[in-house]
C-alpha cells in the first residue's frame, strides 16, 4: 500500500497519503524468524530421505550451497564449471555472480540423483520447479520426516554451521551473497557467544582454597631434620 499511494501522488491520483505514519505490522514471524535447523533435524531427515531421493538432493543443494529456494530451483549443470558453483541470484541482480566450490558430499549426492537437463531439482512429471510450489514440497518433505524444518531454514543453518566452524564476515558475506556485514555478524557474533560461553563455563565452579594443593609435610618431618643435624655436630 505505501508503494500504491507513493506512485499515487507522485502522479496526482491522490493529494495526501493515507499511509504516512501508519506503523507496521509486526507478525510472528518477523519477531520470532524462520526456524533454523538442528543438526539433529537434519539427521532425521537424511534418515527418512537417504540419497537418491529428490528429497534428499534438495536437502543437500540447499545446506551445501547457502543458496535461496528462488535459486536453488534454477540451478543446474550449466552452473558448474571446474568445481565451481558460479550463479547470479534472485536478490543479486546486476551485481555480479556468486561463486561456491562445490563440495564432494553434494557431488555425491547429485551423482545418485535423477535430475533434469537444465535444473537439478525436478518435479515428479520431471519439469523445473516454481519456488513457491518448491516450497510447498519440501514443506510437505519436513513434515513427513517429522522435522519442523523450511528451505530458508536450511540457509540460516547452513550460515550457523559455517560460523561455528570460524567463518568470518567477509567469508559468510561472499558464501551467502549479502553485501553488507549486517546478517554475517548477527551468525559470527552469536557462534563466538557460544564459544566464550564454553570456555568460561568453568569459571563457574567453586574457587579452590589457596593452600588446597599445597604440599603437606608429614608429622615430625622438620624435628628429625634438626635431630639429624645435631647428630652430624
Not at 556468486?98 to 563440495?103: F, T, V
Request: with cysteine; charged share 30%; net charge positive.
Amino acid at each position: 500500500m505505501r508503494g500504491l499511494f507513493a506512485w499515487a501522488l507522485e502522479e496526482d491520483h491522490v493529494k495526501t497519503d493515507p499511509t504516512k505514519g501508519v506503523k507496521l505490522f509486526k507478525g510472528e514471524n518477523e519477531a520470532v524468524g524462520f526456524h533454523t535447523w538442528t543438526e539433529e533435524e537434519v539427521t532425521r531427515f537424511q534418515g527418512r530421505w537417504p540419497s537418491g531421493t529428490r528429497e534428499r538432493l534438495a536437502l543437500d543443494l540447499l545446506l551445501f550451497t547457502g543458496l535461496r529456494r528462488g535459486d536453488v530451483v534454477r540451478l543446474g549443470r550449466q552452473h558448474v564449471r571446474d568445481g565451481l558453483i558460479s550463479i547470479r541470484t534472485e536478490k543479486q541482480a546486476g551485481e555480479g555472480e556468486i561463486h561456491l566450490p562445490m563440495l564432494d558430499v553434494l557431488a555425491n549426492t547429485i551423482s545418485k540423483s535423477v535430475t533434469g537437463d537444465l535444473t537439478f531439482l525436478t518435479t515428479a512429471r520431471g519439469t523445473a520447479f516454481v519456488k513457491e510450489s518448491f516450497g510447498n514440497w519440501f514443506r510437505s518433505a519436513c513434515k513427513s520426516a517429522g522435522v519442523p524444518g523450511s528451505a530458508h531454514g536450511l540457509r540460516k543453518a547452513g550460515a550457523t554451521r559455517a560460523a561455528e566452524n570460524g567463518a568470518t564476515d567477509r567469508q559468510l558475506m561472499a558464501l551467502f551473497g549479502w553485501s553488507t556485514g549486517k546478517m554475517a555478524h548477527h551468525y559470527t557474533h552469536a557462534a563466538d557467544t557460544k564459544r566464550l560461553a564454553r570456555d568460561a563455563v568453568e569459571l563457574l565452579r567453586p574457587a579452590r582454597k589457596q593452600n588446597e594443593k599445597r604440599p603437606h609435610l608429614k608429622p615430625g618431618a622438620g624435628r628429625k631434620a634438626k635431630l639429624s643435624k645435631k647428630a652430624g655436630a
